[in-house]
């Protein structure tokens, strides 16, 4: 794993309330200078201790639009902290980030680790909407016909926060501590394919051994519970999911760390979802 600071120096923010709009742009673009110095910081809380989840997601929205704005573009969403084995790490409340297209990796591709702090990979099953999902009644029905598409990730997780000291306001407002995506090739979203998913056995392989494995149903019970989760989370942000977009739905297994010089696999215990491969440098 690369190495890398302890932390940066940082300004402490007035701590006795919540941050003004000008301290939640403080943040935002300390976010910004440990990615791309990839130089991590204290906890948010060190620097801030009023920043509370609604700031947080204000940070995260804040780097979207710089994101954007630098020419970036959204790909789709990410559900984290949805599985019990990720809630055993001690943060227990799912929570949301964004995928742009500089994070994808195709299958087969490299991930640089060098452009990464502390980087964990993660075997995930993913979405590829086929129609508009929206609202605060949303249900697994609903999900389950507005998915197009099913395929294999390995979601790269890093983290701007240093030794991955985080509570749940670091990881939000560090975009759910968003850092590759590694895409496999999508299948049809049959009713079969549906309906197995929960039973589905993903298991992730480091130079040919298999390090991690789990099931579909770690994931809320039911991983289309998991796009009706975050179609309603995000109704009550304002948002949606929209037709094209790619939605990960949280890792089955906690996350391994990443190996410079690897050849990583993610593979379906069925064989219903084509295996992916990627090479870490």
């Not at 804040?62 to 969403?77: E, F, H």
């Not at 809630?87 to 799912?94: K, M, S, T, V």
């Not at 742009?100 to 991930?111: C, I, L, R």
Request: glycine share 10%; aromatic share 2%; proline share 6%.
């Amino acid at each position: 794993m690369q190495r890398h600071d302890t932390a940066a120096p940082a300004a402490v923010l007035p701590a006795s309330r919540p941050p003004s709009d000008g301290g939640l742009s403080e943040l935002a673009a300390l976010l910004r200078q440990a990615e791309a110095t990839r130089t991590p910081l204290p906890p948010l809380t060190e620097l801030c201790a009023g920043l509370d989840r609604d700031g947080a997601y204000a940070v995260q929205a804040i780097n979207t639009r710089q994101r954007l704005a630098r020419g970036d573009r959204m790909v789709g969403r990410k559900a984290g902290l949805t599985s019990l084995p990720m809630q055993q790490l001690g943060l227990r409340e799912p929570h949301f980030g964004v995928l742009y297209q500089s994070m994808v990796v195709n299958d087969g591709g490299t991930v640089l680790s060098g452009e990464l702090i502390a980087p964990r990979v993660e075997a995930e099953i993913g979405f590829v909407m086929g129609r508009a999902l929206a609202g605060s009644a949303v249900t697994v029905d609903d999900a389950n016909a507005a998915v197009a598409q099913v395929l294999l990730t390995a979601e790269v997780m890093d983290n701007r926060i240093a030794d991955w000291r985080i509570g749940l306001v670091d990881t939000v407002a560090d975009n759910a501590s968003a850092g590759r995506i590694v895409v496999g090739q999508p299948v049809d979203a049959t009713p079969e394919l549906l309906r197995s998913l929960r039973d589905e056995c993903l298991e992730l392989y480091v130079d040919g051994r298999r390090v991690a494995l789990g099931l579909g149903a770690e994931v809320f019970g039911d991983l289309l519970e998991a796009v009706a989760w975050l179609a309603r989370t995000l109704h009550a942000h304002g948002r949606a999911l929209h037709p094209g977009e790619l939605l990960l739905t949280g890792s089955v297994h906690a996350g391994v760390p990443l190996t410079p010089g690897s050849r990583l696999a993610v593979r379906s215990g069925t064989g219903r979802l084509p295996e992916l491969t990627v090479t870490v440098r």
